[in-house]
C-alpha cells in the first residue's frame, strides 16, 4: 500500500467548503485512493474513492491531480456534524478483499 | 446499502474472563472479514483477516492464541478476546466486503474494558 500524508488537523466554518488535502506520490498505478472518515467512538465510514478521474456522490468530490500523487477531498457546505477523523488510504480495489491500513488521519473540527 | 453488525456495543469484563464479540453481515455474505483495534487517540490497527471456513491470518505481533476468530458462515465472523487483561481494553471494529462491491464497510465497534 502507497503511503499517504495528511495534515493532523483543520478547522472549517459551518457552511464553508472544507477541503482535506491528501499526499500519496509513491501510488501506483493500480491503486485507488479511498476516503473514509470516523465519528467519535465509531466504526469508520466510506465517503468516496477514486483512481485517476475526478469523482462525486452525494457526500463528497474528490479531486485527483493529473499525476495521481496528491487528491482533495471537498465536504461542499461542511456542518457540526461533519466533525470527524478523515482517512486517505492508497490501496488496490478492495472489491478482491483487500485490507486497508489506516494512517493518522486529519482531525476536522467544523466550528459555528 | 451493505450493513455491517457488531455486538456487543460495549462489554466490560473482570481480568482473566474471556470475551466474545460478534461481527455479522446483515445483507450480504463475506468471506473475508477484517479485525481491527484501536486505542485511545490512535489510528485503527489491522489484527487479522477472517476466512470463512479457513483459519484467520494474524498481523504481525497479533498473538492467535490469545485472539481466537472464528468465520464459520458466510455471515459470522467472531473474535474471542482470552484471558483479558486490562491492556485488552480497546476499541475493536470489523469490516468485510460484499461480493461484488468494492468498498470496505466497518461496523459500529465494539468497546472493551478490562477491569
Known amino acids: 500500500d502507497a503511503k499517504t500524508t495528511q495534515p493532523t488537523s483543520m478547522d472549517c466554518a459551518e457552511g464553508r467548503a472544507a477541503n482535506l488535502p491528501c499526499n500519496h506520490s509513491t501510488i501506483s498505478g493500480n491503486e485507488y485512493v479511498y476516503w473514509y472518515r470516523q465519528i467519535h467512538s465509531q466504526g469508520p465510514q466510506y465517503i468516496i474513492h477514486?483512481?485517476?478521474n475526478n469523482e462525486t456522490n452525494e457526500m463528497a468530490s474528490l479531486i485527483i491531480t493529473e499525476d495521481r500523487k496528491s487528491s482533495t477531498l471537498i465536504l461542499p457546505h461542511a456542518t457540526l456534524r461533519d466533525t470527524a477523523v478523515y482517512y486517505c488510504?492508497?490501496?488496490?480495489?478492495?472489491?478482491?478483499?483487500?485490507?486497508?491500513?489506516f494512517g493518522t488521519g486529519t482531525r476536522l473540527q467544523v466550528t459555528l | 446499502g451493505a450493513v455491517v453488525s457488531q455486538h456487543p456495543s460495549r462489554v466490560i469484563c473482570k481480568s482473566g474472563t474471556s470475551v466474545k464479540i460478534e461481527c455479522r453481515s446483515l445483507d450480504f455474505q463475506a468471506t473475508t472479514m477484517f479485525w481491527y483495534r484501536q486505542f485511545p487517540k490512535q489510528s485503527l490497527m489491522l489484527m487479522a483477516t477472517s476466512n470463512e471456513g479457513s483459519k484467520a491470518t494474524y498481523e504481525q505481533g497479533v498473538e492467535k492464541d490469545k485472539f481466537l476468530i472464528n468465520h464459520a458462515s458466510l455471515t459470522l465472523s467472531t473474535l474471542t478476546v482470552t484471558s483479558a487483561h486490562p491492556e485488552d481494553s480497546s476499541f475493536y471494529i470489523c469490516?468485510?466486503?460484499?461480493?461484488?462491491?468494492?468498498?470496505?464497510?466497518f461496523g459500529a465497534g465494539s468497546r472493551l474494558t478490562v477491569l
Open positions: 488510504i492508497a490501496d488496490i480495489n478492495t472489491g478482491t478483499a483487500s485490507k486497508l491500513t
Open positions: 477514486g483512481l485517476k
Open positions: 469490516s468485510a466486503v460484499a461480493s461484488g462491491a468494492n468498498v470496505l464497510t
